[in-house]
């Protein structure tokens, strides 16, 4: 069975762009979440999301937005990018809430 | 409030044992365990609900002390795939949604 895909692997934007990521569960699970990871520290909670609906949100601006779709993939948009959310940005999938399955994520660089 | 991990990182020889130790100020409903080797994702050990149970996973095993509101993993017996930094994960409900440590980086020599 395939993981959670992440993609792309690596982005490299400019100050105040946006960016779109995207991510497949793996088969089966239904609840999607998104996190962010700064260089040297744990994983930081953006969302979560499941069947659809936002079950939880964390300590993020409102220029983080994201959403499931009916096959439970999920997209994550950054707006109005700033230095600052030059990170790894996981998303894991779940059958229920836990345990979390994590893709290889996304490497966003903001010059 | 983020967990406290300790050490911050330990370096080995294989076969040597490393205890890995994650604190929290808050009430849990339970504790994950995850590894990640560099350039990769995080890896799932295991899950401690609340009620002090101790799982195991051949050489690695992990207690909860609910009233302590403390977790540590234990490494037995390292082997050079150890090397990683491992993240204690805590969840204050049943709600998936978990507040990661700064993690711990171990690094097994031969």
């Known amino acids: 069975d395939a993981g959670v895909t992440q993609s792309p692997t690596h982005l490299i934007k400019t100050r105040g762009q946006h960016v779109t990521l995207r991510c497949s569960p793996i088969s089966g699970h239904k609840s999607v979440s998104w996190y962010q990871q700064v260089l040297g520290q744990g994983p930081q909670f953006i969302f979560q999301?499941?069947?659809?609906?936002?079950?939880g949100r964390g300590n993020f601006p409102d220029r983080f937005s994201a959403r499931q779709f009916p096959n439970y993939s999920s997209e994550l948009n950054v707006n109005a990018l700033l230095l600052g959310d030059s990170a790894l940005y996981l998303c894991?999938?779940?059958?229920?809430?836990?345990?979390?399955?994590f893709g290889n994520g996304t490497r966003l660089t903001v010059t | 409030q983020q967990p406290v991990q300790s050490p911050q990182a330990v370096i080995l020889r294989e076969g040597e044992d490393a205890v890995i130790n994650c604190s929290s100020s808050k009430a849990l409903y339970s504790v994950h365990w995850y590894r990640q080797k560099h350039g990769e994702a995080p890896v799932f050990l295991m899950i401690?609900?609340?009620?002090?149970e101790q799982k195991g996973h051949e050489k690695i095993s992990a207690s909860f002390n609910e009233k302590k509101q403390q977790s540590s993993l234990y490494l037995t017996a390292s082997q050079l795939s150890y090397s990683g930094t491992y993240f204690c994960g805590t969840e204050a409900g049943n709600t998936g949604k978990l507040i990661f440590g700064q993690g711990t980086t171990l690094q097994v020599k031969p």
């Open positions: 999301y499941y069947e659809k609906e936002e079950r």
């Open positions: 401690l609900l609340k009620g002090g």
């Open positions: 894991a999938s779940s059958l229920g809430n836990s345990p979390l399955h």
